[in-house]
């Protein structure tokens, strides 16, 4: 049984930093591909940030340059690093893994976290 487990979410305020971190089982997580997606109240899911097995990296233009992706194959876990955080970046934030490539932003996952909120203070 997959499953996601993501972590690390709390009330920050604005130019603060927080590290979000998901924990993945039930599959061979070295050979899937990781992604943070993150959903604000009344707004569409939207992706944010993906990672391949091998550490290629992708990031939606709100978060270039701000967010970090990571992964440790060893722990299998990925992690977000969110700096100089905005109050538009509150949202649950959602982990995600697929199968296969996906070139730039990922419409969708095999696999979900349940989430976890962020909440960004002004």
């Known amino acids: 049984q997959v499953q996601l487990v993501e972590s690390g979410g709390e009330l920050v305020q604005a130019g603060g930093s927080l590290r979000l971190s998901c924990a993945a089982s039930?599959?061979?997580?070295?050979?899937?591909?990781m992604a943070w997606f993150r959903q604000a109240p009344g707004k569409e899911r939207e992706f944010v940030v993906s990672?391949?097995?091998?550490?290629?990296?992708y990031y939606a233009a709100s978060v270039r340059g701000r967010f970090t992706i990571s992964r440790d194959n060893d722990k299998n876990t990925v992690y977000l690093q969110m700096n100089s955080l905005k109050p538009e970046d509150t949202a649950v934030y959602y982990c995600?893994?697929?199968?296969?490539?996906?070139?730039?932003?990922?419409?969708?996952?095999?696999?979900w976290g349940q989430g976890t909120q962020v909440i960004v203070s002004s």
């Open positions: 039930g599959y061979i997580f070295s050979s899937h591909a």
């Open positions: 990672i391949t097995w091998h550490g290629s990296t």
């Open positions: 995600a893994a697929r199968r296969g490539v996906v070139i730039g932003a990922w419409p969708t996952a095999d696999y």
